[in-house]
């Protein structure tokens, strides 16, 4: 499970004043929460069955059981089978799907670490205090591929603010 993607540099960028370079990282990192939420599918990538089996997600109460045993009708898998048709992970009623499109992203980045934060609603931390499942850490949790498309498009942004600070322009006075 991977918690956090750490990005090293060492040293000065030569030509570029800190400040610049934090606000350079902090709008890669900005688009870099952007592309998780949405455009690269990996938000809504934990919302299927393939995700969860990926992502590695605990099983619920049930899903091991014998499908249409009495046992399984009577657990949770069973029930939400019976009331709304599937087995996919963290959607019962839809709410959390719904409350997770909402795009919250906040970055921060000074000459020691940046960072991203995807601002999730207060409804993935719901708990029960028995339970080892932890709705949060999955719907957060990102694998090894993941986090390699992330740090490419951190490394992307990182580039191209540079690239955009160091282009010269010349004019022609006559």
Wanted: net charge positive.
């Amino acid at each position: 499970m991977i918690g956090e993607i750490r990005v090293r540099y060492s040293g000065a960028v030569p030509g570029i004043v800190a400040r610049e370079l934090n606000r350079i990282k902090k709008a890669a990192w900005i688009a870099v929460g952007i592309f998780w939420h949405g455009s690269s599918r990996m938000r809504a990538g934990h919302f299927t069955v393939a995700g969860g089996r990926r992502h590695g997600y605990l099983p619920r109460k049930g899903q091991e059981l014998p499908f249409g045993t009495k046992k399984f009708w009577r657990s949770y898998a069973g029930q939400k089978q019976r009331l709304v048709g599937h087995q996919r992970p963290l959607l019962f009623s839809g709410d959390s799907l719904r409350a997770s499109r909402i795009q919250k992203v906040k970055a921060t980045a000074t000459n020691k670490k940046s960072k991203c934060k995807v601002i999730l609603p207060p409804g993935f931390n719901r708990r029960h205090p028995a339970s080892k499942i932890n709705m949060r850490a999955e719907v957060t949790h990102i694998t090894i591929d993941e986090a390699r498309k992330l740090v490419k498009k951190f490394d992307g942004g990182v580039d191209k603010g540079i690239k955009a600070i160091r282009k010269t322009q010349t004019k022609k006075v006559f």
